[in-house]
Each structure stands twice: as structure tokens, then as C-alpha cells.
């Protein structure tokens, strides 16, 4: 456990540059500026077969190789700091205990691609982080690691750190370019895609503060190091954000593939007296839960999607027979409808409409037919909204009601207590 | 250029090929297949935020957006799947969720695209039971009325008004459902009232105020026709109810505008129905003119027709540039033929009108559509404010800086919209037109091959020393080589010359410099005129020394400065003012007013009274274009249709058949049958003309010259600079507003709202430097006299030069500027400091 990111994270004062470099800290970034050329770099990168932890899972090597290695406009290397996604807390973790990891990181990315300007998007709340973010900068450009001629080798780079105003969509990658514009928050139309054309229209790679902070031990350790933890597939390590009635929540790295039923009831002591597990969604809150019968699947990328989740950004979130699913999922559908951008018609008003109707069968007004309209609903949200957002709605509410319909209907059944649907439907 | 690659996909069984980068939407309509669509514009990039355009597409698994998916070999696609039904109508039904039922009372009702979509996918009601949420319907301003509770959230609105206007007055506010339209600060619309948000609103959400509630579609008799405004020739319908002129919408018309329509083309619809037309012929009794027969009008006219030609006094005319091809065909056949005279012409405002040789310079180069802007490579606006003044092809201009970064130069004495948004500006000092022209030329010369005429020019040019360009002109060395780099930095490029450029007094020679900055540089050449039908008036010879099509007169005669010069010394028998008004329009109002006083005979034809009409000797009443058949050929020389839209005022007469009337009065055998017997003439005795036809927009066609030849090299004089400015005045230039054109608008109640009177707009520097504040009224004293206006911060003016628009009887621009510059050092003074609550 915690053997690359998390590796001594609670080294007292790890975000002091020098407490950072004593544990051989900047030594990849040293390294990589005098020995390895940008396209080896991106070579080991793919090699290592780092997929991004922000929650696609996309290769990371692959998306570098992406940016052309010429462009007439300026290329960013820009970091995606927005964590936002319901039980998702890791990057925090990260970037308040270890910043200099991250800037590493956003050093070797930007040697990579050749860009000379980064940004890191930080979730506005996080504000105290941008102050850890900003101290470790400051200190980094003191000593020439970052700014101008990084280490003498004539390579420059300046890092602007952005906080963000509050708004979940601001994570997707697209609608986080637009806001450090200075626009509206909204995806954008894709293609072309960032790594083509993306901040102020110049080449651009966005990738999630874990993804990058994975980096400088690919460089020092080699891929082959980072490929012993893992799956084929789904190589290396990756945080775990665990919340819920367990008895000891909190981030974990762990091997890709280690088992649901592992991290629960080993790492976490299992749940807490007096709760019994009900449901747990394995990728923060924008996957497909699963009811309990799914403990042992190993958290990797292919497995979770064989059993019809997704493994998202490593937030798992525990429920406990004391939670009410249709509570639950109505909260979800709370907090998408909120931050629905308004962009497209399905996810704006779908997750609206969501919302009404799962509070009426909240508040013991549900109708016959709900469910089904339910069901509706995430089928004409569901691969016809603009971005990932929308089917983030709509996945939560489909599968509980697949998993937990008994206690949807429970519901409705009290709600027209002796009423015909008829009379039950006109209020 | 490269010829597009070719892709052949099928849609609903069916293959079509389009060039690669095709969307589906247009690819689907080459089959006749329509998709709905919503959020996706032909002006816009595409947005893919309303969805309504859901289509299948084989082994992608979920549904795709047409409006932003482009053709791909090989690629499957279903419109009628039951995928895709599914989607659409799911969509439909999200639509619906917020959507208040009020089509009944609604003014989109019957040409609304979500009633439309809502019938063709099925959708009569929704599984939405709860409440709908309701916003308050809001003014934003006097022609924009937002009704949020119809509002579908697309955004063409925003994105028309901020990447097609350059405006950026309309935005989306909040978030999620509660996405919610309004201006940028919440207030009134701060923008050019163009109204094109209303028109591309799918739904009911905007509606303009004039026209809201007057009529619904179906009671309103809609005929096209095309703008008679300014030379862009912009197509649209104007909607009749009973006997008035309600509204003019493009939205579905033919024209090269498509949709577009400028604020004055969209509300300018109300002259022609005004009771203030004239409705009778009159005759000049005992000091005022009396309403008389036509018989009796057109007697007296003929009379001195042959009195002057008697005399020996020569027999004159002026004409409107808004009168159609066979008004003016017709006139010039009247002066030449039948009264035996050569002196006519069309030009008021110019005061170094382009002589024949070179306005056929000008003919030969080819014409080049408005379309080619989305296209070209690169493009030079030289002396034109041409967002202000040709609205259609000041936004297509915009679109590409704004989409693609194309490469413009704008060289302009203000600081004008295009400037603040090109690539390279050329701020020359005003009056230096010419110096700057040379100095960029020399720039343009200095970068190409030693061939042709770029030797000859570089010959020209290689004397011409930088200080003495710089110094004429305000700009440095480097400014013209910037401009002349991002000129070159582009494939394909088009030259473009306005007003500015025609009114100065040197005119011929900056156009000189301007054909030989398109033969260095390889461009097309395209000058905007003025009016509606400048070009038809140039090509039907309303000219002293052109026949029609540009072929030269056998002796030429004179123009209008000479006629009117001639008619106040005495010369003029007959002084025809066909739709003319000098007094209102040429530079030397007093001459004007001389002329026509000693002028033995002046006939004028006109739609209102004006101040030459009530000095004439007899007025007739001419129909407007609203009421008029004929033709009009705008900048793209494209000979576009107009068509009757409402029914003649009292008894207003045609100008062709009037001039008939004259001629066969004057004992000629003419004999039209009807309008079409005249074309048929103009197409046998104007080869040019052969083009002319039934047609409007893109299917009209452009005329070319038979077998020209690119004009050579051009010799290029040297300008005087313009003196400094005098102290304690500003600078100060006149020419048209977004609002109005030429005199006409002024009898429009909605464009009197937009700019209600005589304004002076100052950049916000020089009216701090003058203590003057928005709404003051402030007299203006000039060469020419004194004026009256308010004062305007912004617009089209500065830095360091104000703008006068000329549009106000009483207050025109030569009761203010004299006859020798189009531009004068104003003396300004506050009559009354605006009331601020
Ligand atoms: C609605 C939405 C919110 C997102 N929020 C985040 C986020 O907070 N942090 C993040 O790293 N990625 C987020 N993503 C994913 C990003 O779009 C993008 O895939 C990621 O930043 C890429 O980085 P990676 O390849 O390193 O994972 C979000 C995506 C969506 C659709
Ligand atoms: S799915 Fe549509 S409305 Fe929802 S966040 Fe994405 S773009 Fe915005
Ligand atoms: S007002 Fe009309 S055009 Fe603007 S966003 Fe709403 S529906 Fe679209
Ligand atoms: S004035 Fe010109 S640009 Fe405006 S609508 Fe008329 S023709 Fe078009
Ligand atoms: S028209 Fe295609 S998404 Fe709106």
C-alpha cells in the first residue's frame, strides 16, 4: 500500500522543497532535462501504460503523443485540480501533503510536449491548497526549478495557478479551458480535441493532478518498476477515496485490480457496528452502484466495466442498510440537476425533470408509472447528452432503481395507498 | 486552390457525395432530406447544445448530432431509424417540459421551428406534470422583446449577436434549468438594433416590438423583393396587412443575405406606406405648387422640354441612385435620344466624381460575390466603415476575423468596428486618403515579382519618399509594411473601397492606387456604392461621358457639379430631378440652391416633398420600390428582381413610364406594352444586360464585361496633405449610420427611434477634452454653416475625428461642411446640458 504517490506522504513537512528533494525529490526532473529527449520521454510514458485518473482512464503517453511538435500557437500543459466528483478527495490529499510531486510532474509533461506555460485549475474551494500550491511554486522558481532556465538547461516554464469559482463542470476538461479563458464554463464541441487545439487555441494537454504526480517515478524507477503493480491493462497503483459507514475511510493506493471485498474489509476494517453494507459505487458518484452482491471484483479499469460500473475516479462510496436508496439517488440527482450547466437540452432539463420526480416519490407522492418514466428519462439523457454530465445523471438513477426497485415501488405503493392511479396522478 | 476530396456516405439508404468537412445537415439536405434543427445556424460554427438533431449512425451504438458530424466514407447514416425517431422525440419532449402552450397569441406562431419539429415528431403534450417555472416578458429596448418562457436556451441569440455582429449585447445567464437569457448588464440592448437575434430565434422567445401583435403570418400578404438601402442588394419579404407595410423579414428568403438583414433594411419598411408620400402630380401657380391632372403636369414638362431645346439651352437631369435599371435606362434614353442632350448623371455626393475610362477599369475586373468572403484568403478595406455603411458585408467580414483569423487590413480614418478587430489598422489622419493609398502601395509593390505591372508600379512608386507618405499620411513606414505583409499573408484576396474612398476629393487618384494595389497584389477589386442601385445607375450610363455598359459617349456632357454650375450661371433650360435632391445631398448646398433657382425649368419626380421638389416648377409622384417591378443590380453586380409588395399611393406613377409619357409627349413612337417589352430592350441594346431576368439572390446573375481585359498599370498623382486640424475645433466626417441611409429613412418611425435626429458622435477622449456628455445638444459650426445636434459617445467616431451622419431634413451635412472636403474642423459649443436623472 502507498508505494508511488502516497509513498512517505506523511513525512513531516514534505511540502517544503528541501524536506521534497532529501527524499529525492526533482531528481527526475534533473534527469530528464539532461538525458531523455521529449519523444523518449513520451515513449516511457506510453510504455508504463499510465491511463489518466481523472476518470476516463485514457493513456497518458497516447495523449501526449497527440500534440503536434510544431504549432504556430504556444503549447499548455494545464492540470486538472477541479476535484469536484461526489467522493472523490484525492487529489487533495495530494496536493496539500506533496505539491512538488505534482510540479514535477507538470515539469516532465510540459519537457514532453514541448510547452513553455502551464496552468493548474484548482476547484475554487480548495483555496487553501492554492496557497500550498503557490508557496511550493515560489519556492521552486527561487531555486531555478521552475521559470526561467529550469536546472541551467536552457528549458523555461512558467505556472499560473487558477482557482475556479465552484461549478462541477468546470472539471471536464473542455468547460475547464473555457473558464481559464475566462468564459462561461461549458464543454466545447470536440473534435478537434485539446491536445489539437485547446487553451487560446493552441495545442494543450489537460491531465489529473494523480496522473501527473505519477510521472516523476516512471522517470526515476523506469516503466517496467511501475508495471509491477497492476493488471495488464491497468497498470500501476491508484488512490482510493473510501467514504461511507466503514470504520476507517480515507485514501488508499493500492494496485490496480486489488479486490473490492480487500479494500473494505481489510483496509478499511470493514463497516462500522451497527450498519450493514447495502450499496457501494466503486468511481465516485457518477458510475453505476452496485448492490452487495459485487465485493469481489477487482478495481481495475476492465473489471469494474464487466460488471456494468465504472471505476471513475477511485471514489468509493459506501451505503449502509441505514441509507435509503431513493434519498440517496434523489441527492445525486440534486446535485447534477444543480450542476447542469444548461448547455444541452437532454441533460439540462432531463435532470430537472429527474429531480421532480424522485422527490415526489421521496416525499411518499410517487405515481404508477414513475419508475418507468424514470427509466425513460435516463434513456433519452443517456448517450445523447452533450457531455459525460448527463450520463453521470442518469447512470446513478438507473442503476439503483435496478438494484434497489423494491424499495422504489415500497414507495409509490404507500403514496397511493387505496387511491387509484387515476386519482393519485391529478393533484 | 486545392479541389476539395470528395466523400460519399448514405443516408437513409440513399449515397450522396459532398466535398470532405460536409456536415450532415447540408449533406442530408443535397438529398432533400431535412434534419430539425435548433441550435445549429449556416452563420454559426457549429454548437451541438440542442440535440434535436439526433440521427443514426451505424456501429457507433448511440445517436449523433447532424449538425456537427461531417460525411465519412463509407459512413451509414438513418435520419428515420427508430434510433433516431427515439432520440428526437425524447428531445422534443425535454423541449416541451418548460415550453408554455401559448402558440394562439404568439407572433412566431405558424413560422415557429419548435411548432413545426413538435408536429413532426408527434409530440402534442408532455409527462411533465408539475409546474412550468415563468419569467416576466421584458423590453430590452425599443425593437427587442425577450419572453423567457419560450425560450429554448439554443443560444443563437448570443452567438449571432457576439460572433456574427461583433455586439456581444445578449448573454446566457445562470445555469442548468435556470439558464436564462438577458442583455450583458441586465439593461437595454447596447448593440446595432440589427433584430438578427429575433430572426434566428427558433421560437417566440424574441419578438420585435414594432411588429409585435400587428399581424399573424397568415393574415400578412409577403412578397420579396430586395433593400433599397445601400448597394450589399439584400433580399427579404416585406409583409402587407391591408394597405400598411407591417414588417420585413429574410428569414427563409432567397437573398445573398440569406437571413441577414441590417437594422435599417429591417425596419425600414414604413416609408413607402407613409401618409406623408406624395399622391398627385403638381403645378407651380402663383408661387406654390397646386395639385394638377397628370396631363396638364406632364404638358408643361414637355413644353419646356422643347422651349429649352429651342432656346439652345441644354436639357438636364439628375437622378437618384435608388430608382431600378429601367427607371434609369429609360431616363438616359429620354436626355440622350429624345432631347438630344449628354448632360446627366447620378453622382450628388462626390465631389470628384470617377471619370468614364475609370469606372471601365473598374468594370473589368471580375465580380466577386459576397459568399467568396467566407473563402478568401485576405482582404484590404480601404475608406469604408463597412459595418456602418454595408452592413451584409461588414458581418461576413467580422465572421471570418472572428471564426478564422482571417488576415484584414482596414485603412480608415476612424477608429471603425473592422479596425478594432483586423489584423492591421492603417489610422490615417482624415483628408489623407490618398497619401496613405500611395504608401501603401509602395509597400505592396516593394514585396512582389519584377513582371508586369508590379514593375511598373514599383517604378512609380521607388520615387516616393517614406517621410513625405508618413507625414501626409500619420502612418509610419512600418504600419504600411505590417499592412502590406498581412495582405500577402493570405491565398486569395479581395480588395474592398467605399465611401470614404469615392467622396474624397481625390478620388481618381486613390482609385488609381487602388486598381494598381489589385494588379501588384493579385486581388479582386470590389467597390461599394452607395445606393440600392449605384452599380445599375453606372452600368445604365446615367453618366456624362458613358453610354450604357461602359461604352463612351460620343461627346461627353456634365456632370452634376457642371450642370448645377451652368444652371445657376443661367445655361439650364431643363433641370430634371428624378428621385434627386441636391439641395439635401451635393457638397455646395448654395450653388444647388442657385441652380435651381435659375434653372428656367426644373421637373421633379419624388416620393415626399423635399426642399428641391417644393422649388420645382412641377412635382410628380413616383412609386417607391415597395410598389415598383423592375430590376437593381447591387455590388456584386448581381441584377436582382424587385417585386411589388404593396399597392401604388394615390396616384404615383413608375419613373420608366413616366419618361415614356415625356418621350412620346416629346413626339417619340415609344411603346411598352409593359415592363417586360423594356427589359427585353435593355437585354438587346445592353449586351451587359443580357443577365437580366425574373430572379433574386444567388440565382440572379452578375454581369460581366464582354471581353475584358485587367486595365494596366495606373499612373498615380500626388495629393495635397490635408492640413492640421484648427484650434479649438475637432475634426468632424459625415457619410451614413447603421441607422438610417441617405434621406429616406427619416420618414421611418422605428429608425427615428434608433437615432431620432441630428447627432454628433465623439470618441469618448475628445468629448471629455470638449466638456460634452451623451445627450447634450451641442451647436456645430462649420464651413457651410451651422447645426444642431446631440451628442453620442462612441459610434463611429474617433479618435481625434467626429462623425456627423447625414440623414435630417434641415440639418444636413452641407449646411454644416464645405464643398471642398468631406470632412471640415468643427467649431463645438454646449447649447444645453442633457437632463441626467
Ligand atoms: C462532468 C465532468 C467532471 C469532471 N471533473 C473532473 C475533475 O474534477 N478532475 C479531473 O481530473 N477530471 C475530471 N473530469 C475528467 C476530465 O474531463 C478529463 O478527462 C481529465 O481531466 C483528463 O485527465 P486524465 O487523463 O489525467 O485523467 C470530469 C469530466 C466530466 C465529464
Ligand atoms: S450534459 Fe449538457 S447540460 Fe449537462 S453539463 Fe454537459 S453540456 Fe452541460
Ligand atoms: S431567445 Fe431564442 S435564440 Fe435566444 S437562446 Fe432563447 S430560443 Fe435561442
Ligand atoms: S441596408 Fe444594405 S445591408 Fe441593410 S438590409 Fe438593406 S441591403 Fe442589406
Ligand atoms: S441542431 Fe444539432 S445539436 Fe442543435
Known amino acids: 500500500m502507498n508505494d508511488i504517490v502516497f509513498k512517505g506522504i506523511d513525512t513531516p513537512n514534505l511540502r517544503q522543497l528541501a524536506v521534497y528533494e532529501a527524499n529525492g525529490g526533482y531528481a527526475a526532473v534533473r534527469k530528464a532535462l539532461k538525458d531523455i529527449k521529449p519523444d523518449e520521454l513520451i515513449e516511457m510514458v506510453k510504455q508504463s501504460g499510465l491511463r489518466g485518473r481523472g476518470g476516463a482512464g485514457f493513456p497518458t503517453g497516447m495523449k501526449w503523443s497527440f500534440v503536434p511538435k510544431v504549432s504556430a500557437e504556444p503549447k499548455y500543459v494545464v492540470v486538472n485540480a477541479d476535484e469536484s466528483e461526489p467522493g472523490t478527495f484525492k487529489d487533495r490529499e495530494l496536493m496539500e501533503k506533496n505539491p512538488h510531486q505534482l510540479l514535477e510532474g507538470i515539469i516532465l509533461a510540459a519537457w514532453a510536449i514541448g510547452s513553455h506555460k502551464s496552468f493548474i485549475y484548482i476547484r475554487g474551494e480548495f483555496a487553501h491548497i492554492a496557497k500550498i500550491l503557490e508557496a511550493a511554486a515560489l519556492e521552486a522558481e527561487a531555486r531555478g526549478y521552475l521559470g526561467k532556465n529550469i536546472f541551467g538547461s536552457g528549458f523555461d516554464l512558467d505556472l499560473v495557478i487558477h482557482r475556479g469559482a465552484g461549478a462541477y463542470i468546470c472539471g471536464e476538461e473542455t468547460a475547464l479551458l473555457d473558464s481559464l479563458e475566462g468564459f462561461r464554463g461549458q464543454p466545447r464541441l470536440k473534435p478537434p480535441f485539446p491536445a489539437v487545439k485547446g487553451l487560446y487555441g493552441g495545442p494543450t494537454i489537460v491531465n489529473n493532478v494523480e496522473t501527473l504526480s505519477f510521472v516523476p517515478f516512471i522517470v526515476n524507477e523506469g516503466p517496467a518498476a511501475f508495471r509491477k503493480f497492476g493488471t495488464e491493462k491497468s497498470p500501476g497503483t491508484k488512490i482510493f477515496s473510501v467514504s461511507g459507514p466503514v470504520k476507517k475511510p480515507g485514501n488508499y493506493e493500492l494496485p490496480l485490480g486489488t479486490p473490492l471485498r480487500k479494500l473494505l474489509e481489510e483496509i478499511c476494517g470493514g463497516m462500522l457496528g451497527g450498519h450493514e453494507l447495502l450499496a457501494v459505487i466503486p468511481g465516485g458518484s457518477s458510475v453505476p452502484v452496485w448492490n452487495k452482491d459485487y465485493l469481489d471484483v477487482p478495481l481495475d479499469f476492465e473489471s469494474v466495466a464487466a460488471k456494468g460500473s465504472l471505476l471513475g475516479s477511485g471514489g468509493v462510496i459506501v451505503m449502509s442498510s441505514k441509507t435509503s436508496m431513493v434519498a440517496a439517488t434523489l441527492n445525486l440527482t440534486r446535485f447534477y440537476r444543480h450542476e447542469s450547466c444548461g448547455k444541452c437540452t437532454p441533460c439540462r432539463e432531463g435532470t430537472y425533470w429527474m429531480e421532480k420526480v424522485l422527490g415526489r416519490i421521496h416525499r411518499g407522492l410517487g405515481m404508477p408509472g414513475d419508475l418507468e418514466l424514470l427509466l425513460d428519462l435516463c434513456s433519452t439523457l443517456e448517450g445523447r447528452s452533450f457531455c459525460a454530465l448527463g450520463d453521470a445523471a442518469a447512470m446513478p438513477v438507473r442503476s439503483s432503481i435496478l438494484m434497489f426497485r423494491d424499495e422504489y415501488e415500497a414507495r409509490i405503493r404507500e403514496a397511493a395507498g387505496g387511491k387509484t392511479p387515476e386519482t393519485a396522478g391529478s393533484r | 486552390m486545392t479541389e476539395p476530396k470528395m466523400v460519399t456516405c448514405t443516408i437513409d439508404g440513399r449515397t450522396v457525395t459532398a466535398p470532405e468537412g460536409t456536415l450532415l445537415t447540408d449533406a442530408a439536405k443535397m438529398l432533400g432530406i431535412q434534419i ?31 449538425c456537427a458530424e461531417m460525411v465519412a466514407e463509407g459512413a451509414v447514416f438513418h435520419t428515420q431509424s427508430e434510433m433516431a425517431l427515439k432520440a428526437r422525440k425524447g428531445i422534443m419532449e425535454y423541449l416541451l417540459v418548460n415550453h408554455p402552450l401559448d402558440c394562439p397569441i404568439c407572433d412566431e406562431g405558424g413560422e415557429c421551428d419548435l411548432q413545426d419539429t413538435s408536429y413532426e415528431h408527434g409530440i402534442g403534450s408532455s409527462r411533465f406534470v408539475e409546474m412550468k417555472r415563468s419569467f416576466d416578458i421584458v423590453d430590452l429596448g425599443p425593437i427587442v422583446v425577450l419572453d423567457r418562457n419560450r425560450c429554448i436556451v439554443c443560444a443563437r441569440c448570443v452567438r449571432y449577436c457576439n460572433d456574427i455582429m461583433g455586439d456581444s449585447a445578449l448573454t446566457i445567464e445562470e445555469r442548468g434549468f435556470h439558464s436564462q437569457i438577458n442583455t450583458r448588464d441586465g439593461g437595454e440592448l447596447e448593440c446595432q438594433q440589427c433584430g438578427n437575434c429575433i430572426e434566428v430565434c427558433p421560437v417566440g422567445a424574441l419578438t420585435s416590438r414594432p411588429y409585435r401583435f400587428k399581424a399573424r403570418p397568415w393574415d400578412l400578404k409577403q412578397t420579396e423583393t430586395v433593400c433599397n438601402f445601400c448597394s450589399n442588394g439584400c433580399t427579404f419579404h416585406l409583409g402587407r396587412r391591408e394597405g400598411t407595410l407591417v414588417r420585413a423579414r429574410a428569414k427563409k428568403s432567397h437573398g445573398v443575405n440569406r437571413d441577414f438583414l441590417c437594422a435599417r433594411g429591417r425596419y425600414g419598411y414604413e416609408f413607402p406606406t407613409s401618409p406623408e408620400r406624395l399622391h398627385f402630380p403638381r403645378i407651380r401657380q402663383g408661387g406654390s405648387l397646386q395639385r394638377a391632372e397628370w396631363s396638364d403636369a406632364l404638358g408643361q414638362a414637355v413644353r419646356a422640354i422643347q422651349a429649352a431645346r429651342s432656346a439652345g439651352k441644354a436639357v438636364t437631369a439628375l437622378a437618384s441612385a435608388r430608382l431600378s435599371n429601367e427607371d434609369l435606362y429609360l431616363l438616359q434614353r429620354l436626355v440622350r435620344e429624345v432631347a438630344a442632350s449628354p448632360h446627366l448623371d447620378h453622382r450628388l455626393e462626390q465631389r470628384a466624381p470617377l471619370p468614364g475610362p475609370l469606372l471601365k477599369s473598374l468594370a473589368a475586373f471580375p465580380a466577386l460575390p459576397v459568399s467568396a468572403i467566407a473563402t478568401l484568403g485576405s482582404a484590404l478595406v480601404f475608406g469604408e466603415d463597412v459595418n456602418e455603411e454595408q452592413p451584409l458585408y461588414g458581418t461576413s467580414l467580422l465572421r471570418e476575423v472572428h471564426y478564422r483569423r482571417m488576415p484584414v487590413v482596414v485603412a480608415h480614418s476612424r477608429r471603425v468596428r473592422l479596425m478594432q478587430e483586423a489584423a492591421s489598422g492603417l ?80 478620388a481618381p487618384d486613390l482609385v488609381r492606387a487602388l486598381i494598381d494595389m489589385a494588379l501588384v497584389s493579385g486581388a479582386s477589386l470590389v467597390p461599394l456604392w452607395d445606393r440600392s442601385n449605384s452599380q445599375g445607375a453606372l452600368d445604365m450610363g446615367v453618366l456624362p461621358d458613358l453610354l450604357p455598359g461602359y461604352e463612351a459617349a460620343p461627346a461627353p456632357g456634365w456632370n452634376t457639379a457642371e450642370i448645377l454650375r451652368r444652371s445657376a450661371s443661367g445655361e439650364v433650360g431643363v433641370l430634371i430631378l428624378a428621385g434627386a435632391d441636391p439641395l439635401a445631398h451635393f457638397p455646395d448646398r448654395k450653388l444647388a440652391e442657385n441652380a435651381l433657382r435659375k434653372a428656367d425649368f426644373v421637373l421633379s419626380l419624388d416620393l415626399f416633398e423635399t426642399d428641391a421638389s417644393e422649388m420645382a416648377h412641377v412635382s410628380l409622384p413616383l412609386r417607391s420600390y415597395a410598389e415598383s417591378d423592375g430590376s437593381v443590380t447591387n455590388s456584386e453586380r448581381r441584377v436582382q428582381a424587385l417585386r411589388s409588395a404593396a399597392n401604388p399611393v394615390g396616384e404615383s406613377e413608375a419613373g420608366w413610364r413616366i419618361f415614356e409619357r415625356l418621350a412620346t409627349g416629346l413626339g417619340s413612337a415609344w411603346n411598352y406594352a409593359d415592363l417586360l417589352a423594356l427589359q427585353e430592350e435593355i437585354r438587346a441594346r445592353v449586351p451587359l444586360y443580357k443577365v437580366l431576368g425574373r430572379r433574386m439572390g444567388p440565382a440572379a446573375t452578375s454581369w460581366a464585361l464582354p471581353g475584358a481585359s485587367l486595365p494596366g498599370a495606373q499612373p498615380v498623382g500626388e495629393g495635397k496633405a490635408p492640413a492640421a486640424a484648427a484650434a479649438g475645433t475637432l475634426r468632424v466626417e459625415s457619410g451614413n449610420s447603421i441607422f438610417h441611409h441617405g434621406m429616406l429613412s427619416q420618414h421611418n418611425k422605428v429608425q427615428l427611434k434608433l437615432l431620432p435626429g441630428p447627432t454628433l458622435f465623439l470618441a469618448a477622449e475628445d468629448a471629455a477634452r470638449l466638456r460634452l456628455a451623451e445627450g447634450d445638444l451641442a451647436l456645430l459650426e462649420g464651413p457651410g454653416g451651422k447645426v444642431e445636434a446631440r451628442v453620442k459617445i462612441g459610434g463611429p467616431s474617433g479618435p481625434g475625428v467626429g462623425f456627423y451622419p447625414d440623414h435630417f431634413a434641415g440639418a444636413e451635412a452641407n449646411r454644416l461642411f464645405g464643398p471642398e472636403s468631406p470632412f471640415a474642423d468643427i467649431k463645438i459649443s454646449t447649447l444645453s446640458a442633457a437632463v441626467h436623472s
Request: net charge positive.
Open chain 2, 36 to 66: 430539425p434543427i435548433f441550435c445549429s445556424h449556416h452563420r454559426l460554427k457549429p454548437l451541438g447544445a440542442c440535440r434535436i438533431c439526433l440521427i443514426e449512425k451505424e456501429k457507433t451504438g448511440k445517436p449523433v448530432i447532424a
Open chain 2, 427 to 506: 489610422p490615417y489622419r482624415p483628408g489623407s486618403e490618398l497619401a496613405a493609398a500611395r504608401g501603401l502601395l509602395k509597400s505592396l509593390a516593394a514585396h512582389q515579382g519584377a513582371a508586369g505591372p508590379a514593375e511598373e508600379v514599383r517604378k512609380m512608386t521607388a520615387g516616393w519618399s517614406w517621410e513625405a507618405l508618413a507625414s501626409g499620411s500619420g502612418l509610419t513606414e512600418a504600419q504600411f509594411e505590417k499592412a502590406a505583409a498581412t495582405l500577402y499573408s493570405g491565398g486569395s484576396r479581395a480588395i474592398y473601397f467605399g465611401s470614404q474612398a469615392l467622396r474624397a476629393a481625390e
